[in-house]
């Protein structure tokens, strides 16, 4: 058998497509219990039509890339629909198990040499990998994306920065700031506070508990920053032992309004909180 032959198979894997699909997916409905959509078989069977298209050297290498665009689509749409990875993967193998059972039936009895044989397993297994491989990629890329996107969105949640009067407002911080949030910090707050046209600007420490010397001049750089738009920071409610390492790490506030809570520092502003309403 030689590449006019191996072609001669993949013609026919191209035109039995819908049969070999209708096998796997009988297969699968067995497994599963279930039912699956015309749609279903369709992208299924133009997915085996391709499988026998490179098996053609005339028709390979636009076969191939028919195939990882096929790929592509299907691991976007697999991540779009939240299936797990492993789940979205599992019906690959029966494809490769469905086009060997219908070229051995194409065969017959007939005896193969051993590379005649390597080229029919290399040609089929390049087409099917190549479909694995596109697939994970676009899936991987777009769950990385939807990440990436989520933390930018919680990013953002973490810049809260609240109104007190028309040019004054508070930036409460909870939790740990790492570079990026702190990064993130000065850019927003900048933004923020000159949309906003604040002369004062609270920085509500209490809820901080770690900070590191990148964090600590981040907060120097906002100073600094806000400072040349008219702003003025009021840092409140550090705690002790917040105030241990910014001095551990040498870095001084001298030039920043420290005060010990948020009352304090609205006070320190001519703000004051009514306790009775």
Not at 182 to 205: F, P
């Amino acid at each position: 058998m030689n590449a006019v032959q191996i072609a001669s198979l993949g013609e026919g894997i191209f035109q039995h497509r819908e049969q070999i699909a209708r096998e796997i997916g009988e297969f699968l409905r067995f497994s599963r219990h279930g039912l699956e959509s015309e749609e279903v078989m369709n992208i299924r069977a133009n997915f085996i039509g391709l499988v026998g298209q490179a098996m053609s050297k005339y028709e390979r290498d636009e076969a191939l890339e028919e195939i990882s665009r096929w790929g592509k689509e299907i691991g976007t749409f697999s991540a779009e629909k939240e299936l797990p990875l492993d789940e979205a993967l599992q019906f690959l193998p029966h494809y490769r198990e469905a086009v060997f059972r219908f070229i051995q039936k194409e065969i017959g009895g007939e005896q193969l040499s051993f590379d005649c044989y390597r080229g029919i397993e290399s040609s089929v297994n390049t087409a099917i990998d190549e479909a694995v491989y596109t697939f994970s990629r676009a899936y991987v890329d777009y769950n990385r994306k939807a990440a990436e996107l989520t933390r930018q969105e919680i990013l953002e949640l973490s810049v809260p920065i609240v109104p007190l009067t028309e040019d004054a407002a508070v930036l409460t911080l909870i939790g740990t700031l790492d570079a990026s949030r702190a990064q993130r910090l000065v850019e927003k707050t900048m933004q923020k506070g000159s949309e906003l046209g604040l002369a004062y600007l609270i920085v509500d420490l209490s809820g901080v508990y770690q900070m590191d010397n990148v964090v600590s001049r981040s907060i120097l750089q906002l100073h600094q920053a806000l400072k040349l738009l008219g702003i003025t920071v009021i840092l409140s409610g550090m705690r002790p032992e917040l105030a241990r390492q910014i001095v551990t790490m040498g870095i001084s506030l001298k030039s920043l309004r420290v005060t010990r809570s948020l009352p304090e520092a609205m006070l320190s502003i001519g703000l004051k909180i009514d306790v009775n309403k």
